[in-house]
């Protein structure tokens, strides 16, 4: 029988390499059960402002799915936007609820991170609270890895497999020579260092890679570091260094806080401007200079590391196809107030099952890297990490290249067809 | 009849994705005539310093030799090192010519740019005087592509491939949420703007990207570049620039020391360190933010752009290793002071030849992206520039994946052998 119902389905926070193949998920099991599929235009903000994609006719080939799944960013566009808490505005949730009714709409899906999932919970709370058949199921989406309830998150694994390539390169490319030269890979993560940490896939046995690695769980003893890499550098030339964004200085100070009021004395740039969330690396490359006076080098990996699609993670392309799709059976028995979610069962051979995880455990709370994973001294994670990540990254995709380029679809052709 | 001599090999200069693959055409050609392949570790300078790898037994399986042709950088390792005039230090060449006879080296090949033809012209040039046997031939590599006499270089459609996937993924991610934006991304090349321009071939018949490109050729006008982009900003969301390094103001001051002064005065960084060749773009997004009152971004491509095997072009890898196969082909004819060459003949189907340049016609010299590739008003190049570059990021090479990442030979491996 067919699921004679309109589901409505957005992507909301930062782009991924991941969040197109949960859309497709979502997109083709909601179409084949014979639901209609409607997209919002920038997140729920860009839906209550009217603004509605027909997916039926805007994904019309099988190829426009095969290349969505390929195609890196919020192809539906997003937003960044927290809804009021119910009981603050029941007026928001009134016209919400009577905007999703007047699209016939049975099921909604939110494809996105902490904020997404907060999204879902006060929508379904209060939907339940007045009775409404709306279902509300929220699609786990982010390169942090920092969600709840969740083995990991669609994004990361393509997110790691880039850092650990190129990771890998960046060495090559810093081993060429023979002088002694210490390399900062500066990798995103303001809280959480689930992306720093995947740097460690770069390395093999016996040939380990980076040389340290420092997550934001734990603050930097300068020091300790300085005497670190120095010992490093009396047995090797070449030393690399992975560091997230947002490591702190033991007074709790960011390190590129740090870095900025280094230059000037503020936290502003040349032209008044509050410094950026960047610039932990060069701190560091400057810091290690002056004290070992050996060759330093700051490379930012930069919004690169979350669009990647051209070397995205088979397994972690599966994955977010997988919980769009399961997203969509668990609505159509009647679920609401839940997160697809991904339960593992072994890391190798690696073998997982989807899930799901009420919503209410989910949003606004966040993991951090467990103390297990990061050594001892705080200067880099443990083989235990690696088992967690490794198989997150392995599987390659077949970009479609056109002219050279890995071909992407764009709301430009959306807006064409 | 087999060519019973050493062959010595070395790599020199900066690092590209493609300069293993034209030692793998090195290599195995030699090899197949019957020649033994000695490597100089470090370049001449290492050699110099009795640093010598036996290659057949480094590179002892055929595997060996296809993972070198898709490791990045420079397996050998490489040096800068640029030789003394013959007439000023003729015991310099004395003693190079009594090592290379001690190690019974028939024919010489450097694997480098600009500075590695200097060092082949000055040893074939006191070779000839001296009335040696030693041949000496040059095998052209560098990502800027500003070599003369031949039609491009290996190394630089990869690294045009990585900037072109990059630029487009770069795209899709700015492109997500509903608000004007400006995201400056910056390229290598300081003086030859070749690389940035390569951003061009993100886009598409229709729809090109980035909006503008400023290459180094063209002294920037500040005023008339935030015009355009204020322009620009009234009919889309997205405004994507690629910009060189090497970008002048007006006065010949770098865009970068602009950065750097503007922020205290001085050209020196917080710790008095002269300020890197890097801040280009973020000046500009400063300056645009300042001016336009938008989001701004700047993304440095940095030096994964010259060493992302793992998107290399297959065009690429291809001709390296032609060019090195094919300056093996010469020594062994007899060919002296030679540097192997390109002659394309022609675009569409893209069909080349290799050649031979006389070396003195080549070193020393640089060659830049000449007008009819950029547009007026200098803030683009032309359709003939994609018509140049389009064919040399064709083709994918499938990269041997280990635990999800590519997989390198290093010279570890060669000192476990």
Redesign the interface.
């Known amino acids: 029988m067919a699921w004679n119902t309109n589901v409505l389905v957005g992507?909301s926070g930062?782009?991924t390499a991941a969040i197109n193949a949960s859309l497709a998920g979502v997109f083709d099991t909601a179409r084949d059960l014979g639901a209609h599929v409607l997209g919002m235009r920038?997140g729920i903000?860009?839906f209550l402002a009217g603004r509605i994609l027909h997916l039926d006719r805007t994904l019309g080939s099988p190829m426009d799915v095969e290349l969505l799944r390929r195609?890196?960013?919020?192809f539906l566009?997003?937003?960044?936007f927290m809804l009021p808490r119910p009981e603050d505005d029941p007026a928001f949730y009134r016209d919400a609820f009577a905007k999703l009714e007047a699209a016939r709409v049975g099921a909604v899906f939110y494809i996105g991170g902490n904020d997404s999932m907060d999204t879902i919970e006060k929508l379904s709370r209060w939907g339940k609270e007045h009775h409404s058949d709306i279902r509300f199921i929220g699609i786990p989406k982010t390169i942090d890895n920092d969600l709840v309830g969740t083995d990991h998150t669609p994004g990361y694994g393509s997110a790691a497999?880039f850092i650990?390539?190129?990771t890998?390169?960046?060495t090559?490319?810093?081993?060429?020579?023979?002088l002694k030269s210490v390399t900062f890979i500066e990798i995103m993560g303001r809280d959480a260092g689930w992306l720093t940490g995947s740097a460690c896939?770069?390395g093999?046995p016996g040939?380990p890679c980076p040389d340290l690695v420092l997550l934001p769980e734990v603050t930097l003893n300068q020091d300790a570091l300085l005497q670190r890499l120095s010992l490093l550098l009396e047995r090797k030339n070449t030393v690399v260094v992975a560091v997230s964004e947002g490591v702190r200085h033991r007074d709790g100070t960011l390190l590129c806080e740090a870095?900025a009021e280094?230059?000037?004395g503020t936290r502003l740039?040349?032209?008044?401007?509050v410094a950026s969330l960047s610039g932990t690396g060069r701190y560091l490359a400057?810091?290690t200079?002056?004290a070992l006076g050996c060759k330093t080098?700051a490379?930012?990996?930069?919004?690169?590391q979350?669009?990647?699609?051209?070397?995205a993670?088979a397994t972690d392309l599966a994955e977010a196809y997988a919980l769009g799709g399961a997203g969509v059976l668990a609505a159509r028995e009647g679920k609401t107030a839940m997160m697809s979610a991904i339960t593992r069962i072994f890391d190798k051979p690696y073998l997982y099952t989807t899930d799901l995880t009420p919503i209410e455990e989910v949003a606004n709370k966040s993991r951090m890297v467990p103390r297990d994973f990061i050594s001892a001294d705080g200067l880099n994670v443990t083989a235990s990490f690696e088992r967690y990540a490794?198989p997150l990254?392995?599987?390659?995709v077949s970009?479609t290249?056109?002219?050279?380029?890995?071909h992407?679809i764009?709301?430009?052709d959306a807006d064409r067809a």
Chains 1, 2 share one sequence.
């Open positions: 992507q930062g782009p920038y903000e860009g195609t890196p960013a919020s566009g997003s937003c960044r497999k650990a390539t190129t890998r390169e960046i090559r490319d810093s081993s060429v020579y023979d896939l770069a093999e040939n870095a280094a230059a000037d740039d040349a032209f008044g401007h400057s810091v200079r002056s080098r490379i930012e990996l930069s919004t690169l979350r669009c990647a699609s051209h070397v993670s490794r990254i392995e599987g390659e970009s290249y056109l002219g050279g380029v890995p992407h764009t709301q430009l």
